[in-house]
């Protein structure tokens, strides 16, 4: 399923909407913290398409299907945001006066996993989200408590 996104930061708000009402038959509750860092997730990669590209993108939600089995399963859900950009995502270390800069570092302390291609003369900037059952130490670092460093990108804390 995919959203097609305007070059316009009210398309920040739609999509964090339409994201919610994909989760509805997917077998991640809507108060689920797998579902609040998605919607946090889209909310931080929408927006860096929208604001850093001035760009048309489309908003991509691979989710699970009905199952809700529950305890114990492996559910993976894979976010993507495709763009007519060529310019790459560059993580940035943001002051602590600073209103932006932080959005890769969240995606990389609150994402599983998560990288960038390029795609045609743009790029797709994905993660994704393991639903477990213990909460991620990823939170901690991207809400500044802490340090992370992810594929030789260093972060320091916001």
């Known amino acids: 399923m995919q959203l097609e996104i305007r070059p316009d930061p009210a398309e920040v708000g739609r999509a964090r909407r339409w994201a919610r009402s994909r989760l509805a038959g997917s077998g991640i509750a809507a108060d689920e913290p797998l579902a609040e860092t998605l919607i946090l997730l889209v909310s931080e990669l929408v927006t860096n ?3 850093h590209t001035g760009c048309p993108a ?4 691979l989710l699970p299907g009905t199952d809700r089995s529950g305890a114990g399963e492996s559910v993976t859900v894979r976010l993507e945001v495709a763009d007519t950009s060529g310019r790459a995502p560059v993580p940035r270390c943001a002051d602590g006066d600073a209103t932006g800069g932080r959005g890769l570092a969240l995606v990389d302390g609150l994402a599983d996993r998560w990288g960038w291609s ?6 797709r900037i ?3 989200l393991d639903r477990r059952a213990q909460p991620r130490q ?8 802490g340090s992370a460093s992810r594929e030789g990108l ?3 804390a916001v």
């Open 49 to 51: 398409a929208v604001v």
């Open 58 to 61: 489309v908003l991509r939600l």
């Open 118 to 123: 390029p795609e045609g003369a743009g790029k």
């Open 126 to 128: 994905w993660c994704e």
């Open 138 to 145: 990823g939170a901690a670092v991207a809400y500044g408590r």
């Open 154 to 156: 260093a972060f320091e």
